[in-house]
């Protein structure tokens, strides 16, 4: 199993920048891709970007050109650098872990990130 360490969700104004961070633990020797997800109520979680231990990166089209995502693998922790935020940008972020792009068992509790007009 894979634990999930959250930090970084909060409120902002459009235009604002906030950081989002992950660190994993336990079973992560199994762990090849990290990255984060958002859902809002009422529809379906969508990709926000994700990264290789590689240092490959998949963003999603909400996602590019705004954010950054970023990994330390010595601490398995991954980074969601957000700027020039959008009151759409309002959701529940999830860190995510798995072993490839389309495996992501692992699932972090979410954090709020909430972005006034």
């Known amino acids: 199993q894979v634990q999930f360490v959250e930090s970084g969700g909060g409120a902002v104004q459009a235009g604002g920048s906030l950081r989002l961070s992950c660190a994993a633990s336990?079973?992560?020797?199994?762990?090849?891709?990290m990255g984060w997800y958002r859902q809002t109520i009422g529809k379906q979680r969508e990709l926000v970007a994700v990264?290789?231990?590689?240092?490959?990166?998949k963003y999603g089209d909400s996602a590019k050109g705004r954010f950054t995502i970023s990994r330390d693998n010595a601490k398995n922790t991954v980074y969601l650098q957000m700027n020039s935020l959008k009151p759409e940008d309002t959701a529940v972020y999830y860190c995510?872990?798995?072993?490839?792009?389309?495996?992501?068992?692992?699932w972090g509790q979410g954090t709020q990130v909430t972005v006034s007009s």
């Open positions: 995510s872990a798995g072993s490839s792009y389309t495996s992501v068992p692992y």
């Open positions: 336990g079973s992560t020797f199994s762990i090849y891709v």
């Open positions: 990264i290789s231990r590689g240092g490959t990166t």
